[in-house]
């Protein structure tokens, strides 16, 4: 089965990401459009990890254990590194050349931060090297547990919903100073949760069309409002349920509407994980770039056109040849 639209609603999430960090661009004197529109962007990223942990049961429900379970445990982190580090690593390094700073980040403080953003390991700074990166530290170890979890095999999924239900807990009645158990214990661990529970759902229950259109409609204009800070969600278990409505409204256009999906839509879904790490380098390269306030709108879509258009050559270039490329080296 083809997720497309899952697919299509992970490329709109990295575009969401991208329109939150240059809004800027479109923030007028006595009316700030891009916050208007954009400043809840970010919401992009819990979307992505609902996604995250809907995939991963999508595409081990019938791991083969058969051939023994350490086996499998190997072939999923096997997969997730070549899925993720190449291309998170190179755009690590490029982000240590801009101001001359690369060879600070191998001295002292610079290379404690650089170590840690490699090894996906949160700091006191909160932000790694390549800012972005944050939200992989979350997913890079929801992968850990997740892999860990096919150790009880059939009963792993109730190991991970409790596993981040019991951690989300403690983190809400304890205060960490120490970054990595704050990760381990953030609530934002519960969108993966989210997703998980969403898969096996689906898998096992067959949605009425009825019932998908009432989620849809209300999933879709209640992240339209939300996204507008017309209904504001200061709250997160509300966040947490309307964001998962969302997603799950486009899990129905898959599972119960059957729809196809529009190829540029789903082609931006591709290259979602380029365009999500790649696109402040964007805002680099124009950063000295001025324009007035009545070219402000036109500049923005051109850095959204160009951020599509470098993580397009990321995409083919880059992400696609090295993975194939360590797909035959670690024979996957």
Not at 115 to 130: C, R, Y
Request: charged share 15%.
């Amino acid at each position: 089965m083809k997720l497309n639209n899952l697919q299509i609603l992970r490329g709109i999430s990295a575009l969401l990401v991208c329109c939150f960090h240059f809004r800027e661009t479109i923030n007028f004197p006595g009316l700030n459009l891009g916050d208007i529109l954009f400043k809840k962007g970010s919401i992009g990223v819990p979307v992505f990890f609902i996604i995250s942990g809907f995939i991963m049961v999508f595409t081990t429900q019938n791991l083969p254990f058969s051939k023994g379970t350490i086996q499998q445990i190997v072939l999923f982190y096997k997969k997730r590194i070549i899925r993720i580090i190449p291309l998170y690593y190179l755009l690590t390094f490029a982000a240590m050349i801009p101001g001359g700073s690369f060879l600070l980040y191998f001295h002292r403080e610079g290379f404690y931060e650089l170590i840690h953003s490699l090894l996906f390991l949160p700091t006191k700074k909160g932000f790694p090297v390549l800012y972005l990166g944050w939200s992989l530290n979350f997913e890079m170890f929801f992968y850990l547990i997740f892999g860990l979890s096919l150790l009880f095999k059939k009963k792993r999924y109730y190991f991970i919903i409790c596993f981040f239900i019991l951690t989300s807990i403690l983190g809400y009645n304890l205060s960490f100073e120490n970054p990595y158990l704050q990760m381990v214990c953030n609530s934002l661990n519960l969108y993966f949760v989210a997703g998980i529970i969403f898969a096996l759902l689906l898998n096992t229950y067959e949605i009425p069309k009825n019932f998908a259109a009432a989620i849809s409609l209300v999933g879709c204009i209640s992240f339209i409002l939300i996204l507008l800070a017309i209904i504001p969600i200061d709250n997160e278990w509300t966040k947490l349920f309307f964001i998962s409505l969302f997603v799950l409204s486009f899990l129905t256009f898959d599972y119960t509407f059957r729809w196809k999906g529009n190829r540029l839509l789903i082609f931006l879904g591709d290259i979602s994980y380029s365009l999500y790490l790649s696109h402040p380098f964007v805002e680099i390269a124009l950063k000295k770039c001025n324009s007035e306030f009545y070219f402000s709108i036109p500049f923005f879509l051109i850095k959204i056109a160009l951020a599509i258009l470098l993580a397009s050559l990321l995409y083919f270039f880059v992400e696609r040849k090295i993975t194939h490329y360590l797909k035959i080296k670690l024979k996957i």
